[in-house]
Structure formats: C-alpha cells, structure tokens
C-alpha cells in the first residue's frame, strides 16, 4: 500500500536514487541559478547574448546598488509589506475566530457555514476580477493598498478557516468543558485556554499565508497601478518596461523579492513544521 523505503530497496536502486536526485535537484534549480547569475552581469554581457557563458565581469555590487537608487523598488517593497502585514494578521485573527466557532459549537447550519468558507478556495480567482475591481472602485479604495488588504483577507480567510477550524478539533474537549464548570466565559475560554495552544498552527499558517499574499500577482496588476501602491510582484513588470533591455536589474530585483518570504520560512522553520505535523502520529 505504501512505497517501500529506500534504505529497504536493492543496491542498485539505492544507488539509482542517490544519482537521481541531485540531478533532478541541479534541474530543478537551474532557472533560480540562471536569475541568480544574471543578476551580477554587466550590460554588456545582456546585449551580446552572453546569457549562460561566464560573466565579463561581477557587478553585484552595482546591480544590486542600481535597483535602489535608480528605480522606486524600494517603493514596492514598503508597498508589499504595507499589504501583506495587515492582510496576514487579519486572515490569521478572522480565522481564529472563525475556527473556534465552527470547531466548538455544534448548531444546526455548523456545516453549511462551514462549506461556505471552504467553497471560495474552489472559485477560479480569474472570475473574479471583474466584480472585484468593480467594487473597490465603488468602495473608493481601488489603485491603493487598502483593496489589496481588503481582498487578501477575504479570500484568505476561507483556507485559514479550513486549517483552524480542522485544528481546533483535535485538542482535547475536556479543557474547555472544565474551564466552562469553573463558570470561564467562552471569550476567555478563547483567550486563555484555546489561543495558547493555537500558536504552533498559528505560526504554520502565518507563513503559508505571508507567502501566498507576498508572491501575489495577479490581483496587484488588477487593483493597483503605479508606485504609489504596486507591491513588488507587479513593480518588477513595471522595470521590465522601463529598464526595457536591463535584464540585469530586473534579476536583481526579482533575487531581493524573493528573500522577505525566504527568510521569514527559515524564521520561523520550527515552528512551521511543528505546526504541520502535531497530531500527525495521534
């Protein structure tokens, strides 16, 4: 029923796997070690069509200097943490709450509400874009980082329902009926006796969705424009268009867009595997 391990496997398989998979890793790595390497080139190097030989020359430090002195990247940046943020917190606090509802209380449309939350995440976010757009405009916040904020928490809010609410069942009822005889309100029983023991799903959950929110594309090309508002998903398209031939800086920036998520998973590396697996050998 299960794949075999393969410390169990025959020698020759055992060997086949330890020369596969640094050949699949190298593969797979090859686009992020092509925008790496491109990110040090010189101009020169993008203009002749040296796009995998061995650099002309190492311009790391101006590149990476260049994207911040000569192009409002620094303005994305501070946009994409504007939304991210607040959107995060407010999907993660949403969902608690939500979580606990539907995870604690047992009443007749329980599931109803339940499958609501999670139909969302079935709903094609293409679809969407019109009656979206149409909305911030009527709201007034369209082309700021409040319709992305608004947006990211609605829409996220329904799988950190999911995962609440999923998690919330699996600690162990007899905590909360004590605290209930002890005559504890349920908002304290929230506070006090649920939340504590949230925090290791909290913090799994805090970066899939800082993740999700960070690399956001699509929905920062429909609701924002200019630089004002754009996060950094969106700004680098923008440098494409006016560093029309400087793959370079467009290297660059897309090597410091990806680092915010990269270091906030190593941040917070244990608490996010802790948060996935507890339970996982109940």
């Given at each position: 029923m299960?794949?075999r391990?393969?410390q169990?496997?025959?020698?020759?398989?055992?060997?086949?796997?330890?020369?596969?998979?640094?050949?699949?890793?190298?593969?797979?790595?090859?686009?992020?070690?092509?925008?790496?390497?491109?990110?040090?080139?010189?101009?020169?190097d993008?203009?002749?069509?040296n796009?995998?030989?061995?650099?002309?020359?190492?311009?790391?430090?101006?590149?990476?200097?260049?994207i911040?002195?000569?192009?409002?990247?620094?303005?994305?940046i501070?946009n994409?943490?504007?939304?991210?943020?607040?959107?995060?917190?407010?999907?993660?606090?949403?969902?608690?709450?939500?979580?606990?509802?539907?995870?604690i209380?047992?009443?007749?449309?329980?599931?109803?509400?339940?499958?609501?939350?999670?139909?969302?995440?079935?709903?094609?976010?293409?679809?969407?874009?019109v009656?979206?757009?149409?909305?911030?405009?009527?709201?007034?916040?369209?082309?700021?980082?409040?319709?992305?904020?608004?947006?990211?928490?609605?829409?996220?809010?329904?799988?950190?329902?999911?995962f609440?609410?999923?998690?919330i069942?699996?600690?162990?009822r007899e905590?909360?009926?004590?605290?209930?005889?002890?005559?504890?309100?349920?908002?304290?029983?929230?506070?006090?006796?649920v939340?504590?023991?949230?925090?290791p799903?909290?913090?799994?959950?805090?970066v899939?969705?800082?993740?999700?929110?960070?690399?956001?594309?699509?929905?920062?090309?429909?609701?924002t424009q200019?630089a004002?508002?754009?996060p950094i998903?969106?700004?680098?398209?923008s440098?494409?268009?006016?560093?029309?031939?400087?793959?370079?800086?467009?290297?660059a920036?897309s090597?410091v867009?990806?680092?915010?998520?990269?270091?906030?998973?190593?941040?917070?590396?244990?608490?996010?595997?802790?948060?996935?697996?507890?339970?996982?050998?109940?």
């Open positions: 299960f794949p391990p393969v169990k496997s025959s020698p020759a398989a055992r060997i086949t796997y330890q020369i596969a998979l640094p050949v699949a890793l190298f593969i797979w790595l090859i686009p992020l070690l092509a925008v790496a390497v491109t990110s040090i080139r010189s101009g020169a993008i203009t002749s069509g796009y995998w030989g061995w650099p002309s020359s190492f311009n790391l430090i101006e590149n990476y200097t260049t911040f002195t000569n192009t409002p990247l620094a303005s994305y501070l994409s943490f504007k939304v991210t943020i607040p959107a995060v917190l407010g999907a993660i606090i949403l969902s608690c709450l939500t979580g606990f509802a539907l995870g209380y047992k009443f007749r449309s329980n599931l109803f509400v339940f499958f609501l939350f999670v139909a969302g995440n079935f709903i094609p976010s293409q679809i969407l874009m009656p979206v757009r149409d909305l911030s405009i009527q709201m007034g916040v369209y082309n700021s980082v409040y319709a992305l904020i608004l947006f990211h928490i609605a829409f996220q809010t329904g799988f950190c329902t999911l609440m609410r999923n998690f069942r699996t600690l162990p905590l909360i009926e004590a605290a209930r005889i002890e005559g504890v309100s349920e908002f304290r029983i929230f506070y006090y006796v939340l504590p023991l949230m925090r799903a909290i913090a799994a959950l805090s899939l969705v800082f993740t999700f929110i960070w690399n956001d594309y699509f929905w920062a090309t429909v609701l200019g004002h508002a754009q998903t969106a700004g680098i398209k440098l494409n268009g006016e560093w029309i031939a400087a793959w370079q800086l467009v290297s920036g090597i867009a990806a680092l915010p998520p990269v270091l906030m998973f190593f941040l917070m590396q244990k608490h996010f595997i802790a948060g996935l697996t507890l339970g996982a050998v109940k």
